[in-house]
């Protein structure tokens, strides 16, 4: 009787609870959105817009992930071997960890710290995941060399628009 009380609770409340591709799928950043802070491991406080201009004229892919996310981590080897296959692609990792010390622990727990690594320590809800339309991770984002959004919605890095997309920016 347990196990179907489960299986029924699994079916109805799981609904919803996968990610919805955006209606929408938006080539450029809000202003808001833009000036959205994040924190990096030592805990400087930097903006969307400084991180874009810090990559401006290379091709970014940008990787939203939480140690917490079974997704995010099953994802992480490809996602490893896509920076790895493209030496000449930036890559941002946006973490949606709930608190500082569990950013820092993931970091160090999933080799992450050699990274270009910054977590919201607003929370999931503000207005740059808001603009994008964050509904789940992992996410990734491809940004051209002049800070547009070339590529809006990806949830693996093995989607083959990923490769293609930065094959087409850095031709």
């Not at 109805?12 to 959105?33: D, R």
């Not at 992480?76 to 949606?96: G, I, Q, R, T, Y």
């Amino acid at each position: 009787m347990r196990k179907l009380l489960l299986i029924f609770m699994i079916s109805v409340f799981g609904i919803g609870y996968s990610q919805k591709i955006p209606t929408v799928l938006k080539k450029g950043f809000s202003k808001e959105a833009l000036q959205q802070k994040l924190e990096n491991e030592e805990g400087k406080i930097i903006t969307i817009q400084q991180i874009l201009n810090e990559h401006k004229g290379k091709v970014l892919v940008i990787d939203f992930w939480a140690g917490w996310c079974r997704d995010c981590l099953q994802a992480l080897p490809k996602a490893e071997e896509l920076e790895k296959n493209n030496p000449n692609v930036d890559f941002v990792f946006l973490s949606l960890e709930r608190t500082k010390e569990s950013f820092d622990k993931s970091l160090v727990r999933f080799n992450m710290k050699d990274k270009d690594n910054y977590w919201f320590a607003s929370g999931w809800k503000n207005n740059f995941n808001n603009y994008i339309d964050l509904n789940w991770i992992p996410r990734y984002m491809i940004i051209d060399q002049k800070s547009g959004i070339a590529k809006y919605y990806a949830i693996s890095p093995e989607d083959p628009e990923i490769q293609q997309t930065i094959d087409n920016l850095l031709k």
